[in-house]
C-alpha cells in the first residue's frame, strides 16, 4: 500500500514543470485580469482596486451586452453553418477510398494553411463590387448592379466557415469513422431506408463528434476578430473588436479585462452545456 | 515482474524528482536572465518602431538605413500594423522597467495619455541643437514634431466631378454606395461631420450621430487602417472618403485618377511627437537619432515622400508644396484646431455611442 502511495506521488512530480509554466504562463495573468477587471480607470489613469464600474458599465450601457448577443448570435450561425457544410464532407470523407479521402482532407484544412491577410484579401477580389462574381453576374446579364457580397454579416459567415469548416469536419470524421459499418447494414437489412438508417444510427452515434465539432467552432468563433474587421468593413462588431479598442484606443485595461472575463464566462458555460450533452448522450 | 516494476519506479522516482526539479529551476530561472540579458545596454544598439508599408519602407530607406550607416549603429525594428505606436504596450514594459523601443512616436492624444502616466523622458532644445531650425510650435518638452499630415477628402477625379469643395459632398444621393468613412480615427470622423453641419469639431452629440445616420445607407466600409482605404479605391469600390494627404500622393503615384481636397469648412493637421520613453536601453543613441532626423536633408526626403515638416531650411517645389499641404499659407489658413484632452477624455463616451450608431 505505501509503495503505490510513494509510486503515485513520483508521478505527481511529473506534473511539477507543466505546473509552473501553467501558473506562469495561464493562472497568474487570468488573475491579473481578474484584479484588472474590478479597477478603475478614470482621467487616464488606471487604479488597482475593488471597483464595480466595469461590470456596472457593461450591465448598464445598453450596448456591451447588446454586442455580447450579437458575438454569441453571430457565433451560433457560424456554427450551424460549418455543422450543415462539414457533415455530409465528413461523411464523404468515411466512404470514400484512402487517397480521395486525403486530397478531401488537403482541401479542408487548407484555409489555415494560408495567411489570413491573404485569405481575406482573396474573399475581397472574389466578392467586392467589381469582384469575380458580381462581374460575372453582371456580364452574363443576371443583375444590373453588383451585389452586396461583403462589408456585412453575410461576408463575414462566409469567411469564418471557409476556416472554421475544418475544426467541424476532423471531430465529425473521427466519430463518423468510429461507428461500426455493420451496425448500419443490419439496420438496412431489416428494410430500414437510407434516411432513417441515417436518422437512427448514423446521427445518434455521431453526436460526440457532433458536439465536439460545435464546441471547437463556437469558441473560436467567440474570438474572431480580424476577419469581422475586413470582411465586415466594420459594420459587423464583435466582442473582440469592443476590447481590443479599449486597449488600443482608450487604454482602457480595466473596461477591457471585464470584457474579456465576460467571453471567457460565455465560453466557460459553452464547454459545460457541451459536455452536460455529451455524458447524457452516453448514458 | 511486480520486483522489477517497484525497481524500476524507484529508480525512475529518483531521476524524476531530479528531473523535475532542474525543469523548475530552468522554467524559473530562465525569466530572470532572459530579463537581464535584455536590460543588458550596447551603445551602438538601438530597438526602433518601424511602419507597415510604404512609410515604413521610406523609413528604412531614409530615416533609419543612413543613420546606421553614418553612426555606425545597429537597430532592430518592431514592425507596426497603421502608425499607432502600441502606447498600452509600451506603457506595461516601462511599468515593468524596460520598455520595447528607444524612440516612441506619439499621436497628439497619446501625448496628453504619457503625460498623465508619466511615460516620457523629457528632451530639451539643447540636446537637440537641430531644433534651432524648428518653428517653435513644433518641439514639445518630450520632442520634436515630425511628419505633418493632413486630414481632408480624396476624390476619383473621373468619376467625382466637379472638385469637391466640401465635406457635405459624402452625403450627395448621387455617391450613395461609393463612400466610405474611418474608423480608425473615429475622433476624426466626428469632428468631420461637424465641421460638415455645424461649422465647429465640437461638440460631438445625437445631432453628429443623425448626419451620421444619415449617410449610413450610402456607405460601403468603416475602413480601420489606411491601406484598407486604399485597397477600396484600387478596387473600384469607392469613390470618395476623409482620407490623408500623404495616402493620396502614393495612390496617385501608382496611376489612381486620385486628388486630394480641402473643404472649405476646415481641414486638420495632425503631427506625431518622437519622444524617448522613460527606461530606455540607448537615451543617448535615441537623441542623437532625433538630432540627426530633425536636419534638412532627412526632413527634405520626408516632403518628397509627401508629407509636411516644421524644419524652416527645407524648400519645396510647387508639386510638393501642393501634395504637403501646410506649405501653402493660405490653405493652412482653413486648418481647424483639435482640443486632444476633449478627444481624450471624450473616447469613451464616444466610442459608445459610435459604436450603438453601427450596430443599429
Given at each position: ?27 497568474i495573468p487570468?488573475?491579473?485580469?481578474l ?6 480607470f ?16 457593461i450591465?448598464?450601457?445598453g ?9 454569441v448570435?453571430?457565433s451560433?450561425m ?19 477510398g484512402?487517397?480521395?479521402?486525403l486530397?478531401?482532407?488537403l ?22 463590387r ?11 446579364g443576371?443583375?444590373?448592379k453588383?451585389?452586396?457580397l ?8 462566409l469567411?469564418?466557415?471557409?476556416v ?6 476532423l ?6 469513422s468510429?461507428?461500426?459499418n ?13 434516411l432513417?438508417?441515417?436518422l ?15 464546441t471547437?467552432v ?11 474587421v475586413?470582411m ?17 484606443n482608450?487604454?482602457?485595461?480595466p473596461?477591457?479585462?471585464?470584457m ?10 459553452m464547454?459545460?452545456?457541451?459536455s452536460?450533452?455529451?455524458?447524457w448522450v452516453?448514458? | 515482474?511486480k ?5 524500476l ?5 529518483r ?30 544598439h ?24 553614418k ?14 505606436a502600441p502606447?498600452?504596450k ?10 520595447e ?6 499621436h497628439p492624444?497619446q ?21 534651432k ?8 518638452e518630450?520632442?520634436p ?47 468631420m ?20 445616420s444619415d ?15 486604399e ?5 473600384d ?6 482620407f490623408?494627404?500623404?495616402r ?6 501608382e ?12 481641414f ?9 520613453p522613460?527606461?530606455?536601453?540607448n ?7 532625433l ?8 526632413q527634405?526626403?520626408?516632403?518628397e ?32 484646431k ?8 471624450n473616447?469613451?463616451?464616444?466610442t459608445d ?8
Open positions: 500500500m505505501e509503495k503505490i502511495d510513494n509510486n503515485k506521488i513520483s508521478s505527481w512530480w511529473l506534473l511539477v514543470p507543466t505546473s509552473f509554466l501553467y501558473i506562469i504562463t495561464f493562472f487570468l488573475i491579473t485580469l484584479v484588472m477587471s474590478f479597477s478603475r478614470e482621467s487616464s489613469v488606471t487604479t488597482v482596486g475593488f471597483y464595480l464600474d466595469n461590470y456596472e458599465k450591465l448598464t450601457d450596448i456591451t451586452l447588446k454586442i455580447f448577443f450579437q458575438t448570435e453571430l451560433l457560424i456554427t450551424l453553418f460549418c455543422l450543415l457544410l462539414g457533415y455530409p464532407v465528413a461523411m464523404l470523407m468515411r466512404r470514400v484512402p487517397k480521395a479521402r486530397w478531401i482532407l482541401l479542408v484544412v487548407s484555409p489555415l494553411l494560408t495567411s489570413i491577410i491573404v485569405r481575406n484579401v482573396a474573399w475581397v477580389l472574389i466578392l467586392g467589381s469582384g469575380m462574381i458580381n462581374d460575372l453576374l453582371i456580364s452574363w443576371l443583375i444590373s453588383p451585389l452586396p461583403m462589408y456585412n454579416t453575410f461576408g463575414v459567415v469567411a469564418v466557415v471557409h472554421y469548416l475544418s475544426f467541424m469536419v471531430p465529425l470524421f473521427a466519430a463518423l468510429s461507428i461500426n455493420s451496425l448500419e447494414e443490419a439496420a438496412a437489412s431489416l428494410g430500414a431506408k437510407p432513417s438508417i441515417f437512427n444510427v448514423t446521427l445518434p452515434l455521431s453526436l460526440p463528434g457532433i458536439m465536439a465539432g460545435c471547437l463556437f469558441i473560436l468563433s467567440m474570438g474572431v476578430y480580424l476577419t469581422p475586413i465586415g468593413g466594420n459594420f459587423v462588431v464583435t466582442l473582440p473588436m469592443l476590447i481590443e479598442d479599449a486597449v488600443r482608450r487604454y482602457n485595461w473596461e477591457a479585462s471585464a474579456a472575463l465576460l467571453l471567457l464566462i460565455a465560453i466557460g458555460i464547454i459545460v452545456i457541451s452536460s450533452i455529451q455524458k452516453k448514458s | 515482474m520486483k522489477n516494476k517497484n525497481k519506479s524507484t529508480i525512475s522516482r531521476e524524476i524528482i531530479k528531473g523535475a526539479g532542474a525543469a523548475t529551476a530552468t522554467v524559473l530561472v530562465t525569466p530572470y536572465f532572459f530579463v537581464k540579458a535584455h536590460a543588458a545596454s550596447d551603445p551602438k538601438m530597438r526602433m518602431y518601424n511602419f507597415d508599408g510604404n512609410l515604413g519602407d521610406f523609413y528604412t530607406k531614409h530615416w533609419y538605413g543612413p543613420f546606421m550607416e553612426f555606425d549603429v545597429k537597430m532592430d525594428f518592431i514592425r507596426l500594423k497603421g502608425s499607432r502606447l498600452e509600451v506603457q506595461a514594459q516601462i511599468n515593468a522597467g524596460q520598455p523601443t528607444d524612440v516612441l512616436p506619439l492624444d501625448v496628453i495619455f504619457a503625460k498623465r502616466n508619466d511615460l516620457m523622458r523629457n528632451v530639451t532644445r539643447s540636446e537637440i541643437p537641430e531644433s531650425n524648428f518653428y517653435d510650435q513644433f518641439f514639445t518630450y520632442g514634431n515630425l511628419v505633418l499630415w493632413c486630414y481632408g477628402l480624396a476624390y476619383n477625379t473621373e468619376k467625382v466631378k466637379p472638385a469637391p469643395t466640401s465635406w457635405k459632398i459624402l452625403w450627395d444621393k448621387q455617391y450613395a454606395g461609393k463612400v466610405a468613412l474611418n474608423e480608425g480615427l473615429k475622433d476624426q470622423t466626428l469632428q461631420v461637424n465641421l460638415a453641419f455645424k461649422g465647429s469639431p465640437y461638440p460631438v452629440d445625437a445631432e453628429t450621430f443623425k448626419h451620421l449617410i449610413r445607407p450610402g456607405l460601403v466600409s468603416l475602413w480601420g487602417s489606411g491601406a484598407d482605404a485597397q477600396l479605391f484600387r478596387n469600390e469607392i469613390v470618395m472618403t476623409p490623408w494627404n500623404g493620396v500622393t502614393k495612390l496617385k503615384k496611376g489612381l485618377p486620385l486628388e486630394f481636397a480641402t473643404p472649405d469648412e476646415g486638420f493637421v495632425r503631427s506625431s511627437v518622437y519622444g524617448i522613460k527606461n530606455a536601453r537615451p543617448e543613441m535615441a537623441l542623437e537619432w538630432n540627426w532626423v530633425m536636419g534638412k536633408g532627412p527634405k526626403k520626408m516632403v515622400f509627401g508629407y509636411g515638416t516644421p524644419n524652416k531650411l527645407v524648400e519645396h517645389t510647387p508639386e510638393e508644396a501642393k501634395a504637403v499641404i501646410v506649405a501653402d499659407p493660405e490653405v493652412v489658413k482653413k486648418a481647424v483639435e482640443d486632444f484632452t476633449r478627444i481624450l477624455d473616447s469613451a463616451s464616444w455611442m459610435w459604436t450603438k450608431w453601427k450596430s443599429t
